[in-house]
């Protein structure tokens, strides 16, 4: 996933005093617009598609990345609706994509 620019940084801190389970679901939604996105920029993408062509074979690797980081994040989110302690898995995924720098 790509590292995020100073404004989608900013999210982070439009998120942080919501409890982690409403964090995780900001991020849920946000994530599902991003996945819709690239979805529809590969459903538009013009025809026919050559094998080697560089920019559809990104989209594609993104639309992935997205949907695995999606489905992580929703077990995520479960886990912590069900009131376990998930602040360390919620961390470190927060971390892994980019949602926390160190500064």
């Known amino acids: 996933m790509k590292k995020l620019s100073n404004q989608e940084k900013s999210s982070e801190a ?8 409403a964090q995780a679901q900001a991020l849920i939604s946000e994530l ?8 529809a920029e590969i459903h538009n993408y013009p025809s026919p ?5 560089a920019q559809f074979n ?3 690797e993104q639309r992935g990345k997205l949907a695995k980081s999606l489905n992580e994040l ?3 989110r479960d886990r912590l609706e069900a009131g376990e302690d998930q602040s360390e898995t919620f ?3 927060l971390e892994k ?7």
């Open 58 to 60: 990104y989209l594609l």
């Open 74 to 76: 929703r077990e995520i």
């Open 14 to 21: 439009d998120i942080s005093p919501l409890p982690p389970d």
């Open 32 to 39: 599902e617009e991003k996945w819709q996105q690239v979805s």
């Open 49 to 53: 598609i050559p094998a080697c062509d």
């Open 97 to 103: 994509a980019g949602y926390l720098s160190e500064d």
């Open 91 to 93: 961390a470190a995924f």
